[in-house]
């Protein structure tokens, strides 16, 4: 049985992450057009650079949840045939144990360089302006995925997707594209699909079955269902 997994920052929350669209629609403060775009870094890359800086500082702080900890347990049952395919920035699914894993939106954890494109590990701040260590040229960026720009993997996804007989979004609230129209292509090629997340998100829903519930509760509820089933 082939099962993708598409997390968002819902899985992430109860270990202490902000998600994105949460008090007031703003992320840590901030207006996401503010600090999550090409133009906002353009115009004020202090700022921008600033805040992914603490942002990363933050996930360094926390610990996978039990939510994390599942999923890494399904793998550990059927290997490659679970993809876990992650929105996130932060590092919480290797953490928990994850290897067939897929950061669609890029990782905190690394930086890239807008000189030579290498795309170095990185724990560090950004803010000074530190030089690349490959190329010494000191333009490095976050290697996270903004507003406008082309998402990475999205070749592998999108085989998995189609070819998987199961597909659970869990603690995502489905307005991002393309990864809010994966639910609806895996359910048009055959898939069963399941939205895991607090509460149902908005129609139209694309889901065969729906669990609410904290990630905590419901991912490893779920999780000790299919094994039952796979067993
Ligand atoms: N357990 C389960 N679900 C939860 C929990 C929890 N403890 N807390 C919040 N959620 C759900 C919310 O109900 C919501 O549907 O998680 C979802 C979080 O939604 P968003 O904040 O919009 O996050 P996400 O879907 O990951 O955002 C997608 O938007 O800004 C961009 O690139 C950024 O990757 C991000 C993308």
Redesign the pocket.
Known sequence: MRIVVLT????S??SGLA????AGGL?EGHR?EDV?TPEAFELDPETVQRFYDARRRAVASVAPNAAHQALARLEQAIGDDLLVVT??IDDLHERAGTHHLVHM?GELRRARCLHCGERPWWDGDLVDRPPCPLCGQRMLRPDV?WFGEMPYDLDVIEEAVVACDVFAA???????YP?AGYAAMAKAFGARTIE????A?DAPLPFDEIREG???VVVPEWVDDIMGSHA
């Open positions: 968002g920052a819902g899985i929350e109860e998600t994105f669209r949460g992320w996401v999550a929105q996130n939106h995925v869990v603690g995502t609230s489905g307005v991002v990864a895991l997340n607090l509460w998100t904290r990630a905590t």
